[in-house]
């Protein structure tokens, strides 16, 4: 088995700041995702890469950026962070893209702007 | 626009086998069927998957309909451990299979 880890569990920043969560696997997976989870609400897709160096827009990129640095890893930035922000962020990983490779999730990390 | 519709919320006691139901019927023969739990202040837990067969695994029996428009995922002898958020999502192939569409799920509660 492996494990998605993500830095750091809980994010307060101030508004207008420039906020970096990590996410780590060891799964050595190809493909890795970053979602946002709102209160009683599903997932949204922020960004997603298939391999290294990969980027893939989701719905919601807009004031966010994201950057696979190495195959293990992949962190996302929130440009300005805004109060309507506050939510659950997720990262997961799979093996790849069809639809018999498994997506693994992180706890999350929770974002709080003041 | 969620794929799924599962019933809000379930109850049951320790040790019972609870049935959980999704019914998928627009389902795309690419798409599997993916079950997810998931607790508050965690992230969504891996449970099973399938395609068309039924499938299992140390966590859970997935029974899958044979015209696959419907699934039920069958949690033997739960314990307190077991309650949570149980999530049936659709994902298919291709670059917008990145899309998980994560509806309410039913929330299961196990008394003991």
């Known amino acids: 088995g492996g494990i998605i880890t993500q830095t750091p569990k809980f994010l307060i920043g101030q508004e207008g700041q420039k906020l970096t969560l990590k996410c780590q696997q060891n799964?050595?997976?190809?493909?890795m995702y970053w979602y946002r989870q709102d209160s009683g609400k599903g997932l949204r897709l922020i960004y997603y890469?298939?391999?290294?160096?990969?980027?893939q827009k989701g719905d919601l990129s807009e004031g966010y950026d994201a950057s696979r640095e190495k195959k293990s890893s992949f962190s996302l930035t929130v440009t300005s962070a805004q109060k309507n922000e506050m939510a659950v962020f997720l990262c997961?990983?799979?093996?790849?893209?069809?639809?018999?490779?498994?997506?693994?999730f992180g706890e999350g990390s929770r974002l709080i702007v003041v | 626009d969620a794929k799924t519709t599962q019933p809000d919320s379930m109850e049951s006691t320790e040790g019972e086998t609870v049935h959980l139901p999704c019914s998928h019927a627009?389902?795309?023969?690419?798409?599997?069927i993916y079950w997810y739990r998931q607790v508050p202040l965690q992230g969504p837990e891996y449970v099973t998957h399938?395609?068309?067969q039924n499938t299992t695994n140390s966590m859970a029996f997935l029974a899958i309909a044979s015209d696959r428009k419907s699934s039920t995922l069958i949690l033997p002898h739960v314990s307190l451990r077991d309650a949570a958020v149980y999530h049936c999502?659709?994902?298919?192939?291709?670059?917008?299979?990145?899309?998980?569409?994560f509806g309410k799920g039913t929330k299961l509660s196990v008394k003991s």
């Open positions: 627009t389902i795309s023969g690419n798409e599997y």
């Open positions: 999502i659709l994902r298919g192939s291709g670059g917008s299979n990145a899309k998980l569409t």
């Open positions: 399938g395609l068309q």
């Open positions: 799964f050595n997976h190809d493909t």
């Open positions: 890469s298939i391999t290294e160096n990969d980027l």
């Open positions: 997961a990983s799979s093996m790849g893209q069809f639809s018999g490779n498994t997506l693994y």
